[in-house]
């Protein structure tokens, strides 16, 4: 059989020469799309599916998501896929929270009665965040965290490597809460390690590696992540305003 496609593959024969032109052809066929004929088509194929993905997210993925946390408020809304949610602990979710595509959240029981995640108001989180849950991981309001972002209050395991062998925790001391403060925009792959605290305004540049605190308005970036410049204070924006007033947020 190999020798056949080495044949056909590489001879100069003309049966060969045929065969390899006839399956090019086959390869490079389309047919035409005429707007009218096509058109129609594609509309009804997006309105179903639409139509589908809408009822996905409302009756399944986004009711097992509230169901799952300990107190939700109102508008909070989910994406499309199921989230990944291990272990015992407490979600806790405020009013007109995103939780997009597809996040993984893992609670590891071992290091306190009650890992606790929560979410303030209005934050967004994008598609394939990973949140490890050792104490505490603390998300304050209006914050956009992109996708793939990883937040983890506990490397897992202890640095000593003969604990490591035993399959020891990490020691309590190595199990440090994670804060972050209103108006935090997080990009894209940033990874968040245990005890960080990051101020109100920050910005963590995609692809960070942040092992020690930001100050609040101040843009970070790198691995370790350094301070690359500082931000003005931010304002709160009227529409902003008037959804918190929508939603029945308390205004501070």
């Not at 202890?158 to 935090?184: E, F, M, Q």
Request: hydrophobic share 40%.
């Amino acid at each position: 059989m190999v020798s056949v496609y080495r044949f056909v593959a590489m001879s100069g024969h003309p049966a060969a020469r045929a065969a390899r032109s006839i399956r090019q052809r086959v390869l490079d066929f389309t047919l035409p799309a005429p707007r009218p004929l096509v058109l129609p088509i594609v509309w009804t194929f997006l309105a179903l599916r639409a139509a589908y993905y809408f009822a996905v997210r409302v009756f399944v993925c986004e009711p097992f998501f509230k169901a799952s946390c300990r107190r939700c408020g109102r508008g909070v809304r989910t994406g499309v896929y199921i989230h990944w949610i291990q272990g015992p602990g407490q979600i806790i979710v405020g009013d007109g929270v995103l939780v997009d595509g597809k996040c993984a959240f893992s609670f590891a029981a071992r290091y306190c009665e009650s890992p606790t995640l929560e979410i303030g108001d209005l934050t967004e989180i994008g598609h394939g965040c990973r949140f490890t849950v050792g104490k505490r991981i603390t998300i304050g309001r209006r914050c956009h965290l992109s996708s793939s972002v990883w937040m983890f209050d506990s490397s897992g395991h202890p640095s000593d490597a003969g604990r490591r062998a035993a399959g020891l925790p990490a020691d309590d001391a190595d199990v440090r809460p994670i804060t972050l403060g209103n108006d935090v925009w997080i990009g894209s792959c940033a990874m968040i390690h245990p005890g960080v605290s990051l101020g109100d305004g920050c910005v963590v540049s995609a692809g960070s590696v942040v092992l020690t605190d930001v100050p609040p308005n101040t843009i970070v970036a790198g691995n370790p992540a350094r301070q690359i410049v500082s931000l003005p204070r931010a304002v709160v924006s009227r529409p902003e305003a008037a959804a918190n007033g929508r939603l029945g947020v308390a205004r501070t």
